[in-house]
């Protein structure tokens, strides 16, 4: 059974995102992830794990559909495929990234870091392009 941290944490993703979850493996797929101009696509999937440990271990990678581009080259930090796959469909890449700053997951869920700061911190990332 999924912890109770984690389902109230993916309620919050769900108030501003289209979400799925698969417990095996507990990886999330977010639909239609808004990117800026100079990527290849307007929109993209974003995938991540949320790692055993979690949350005194914070989630690392953005996994996406193979073929991204910024401004034609590949981006940098990024293979493809990636070693795992997420269980989605279709093959995928991954970004090695994770936020600035320290992750400090606290009890109370909106006070630390959390499941919604990770995924709109996806914007920075996508914001420096290649």
Do not use: C
């Not at 501003?16 to 307007?42: C, H, Q, T």
């Not at 914070?58 to 559909?65: D, E, R, T």
């Not at 090695?96 to 870091?113: L, V, Y």
């Amino acid at each position: 059974m999924l912890e109770e941290r984690i389902q109230k944490e993916l309620e919050l993703l769900r108030t501003r995102y289209n979400v799925d979850f698969v417990e095996e493996g507990r990886w999330a797929r977010i639909a239609s992830y808004p990117l800026p101009p100079g990527w290849n696509r307007p929109v993209t999937d974003v995938a991540f794990q949320v790692l055993v440990g979690y949350p005194g271990t914070p989630p690392y990678g953005i996994y996406v559909p193979v073929g991204i581009a910024f401004n034609g080259q590949s981006p940098n930090n990024y293979q493809e495929p990636a070693p795992t796959q997420p269980p989605f469909g279709g093959a995928w890449g991954i970004f090695s990234w994770q936020p600035e700053g320290q992750w400090r997951a606290t009890t109370d869920i909106i006070s630390g870091s959390h499941l919604m700061n990770w995924v709109i911190g996806f914007a920075g990332r996508f914001g420096e392009g290649a």
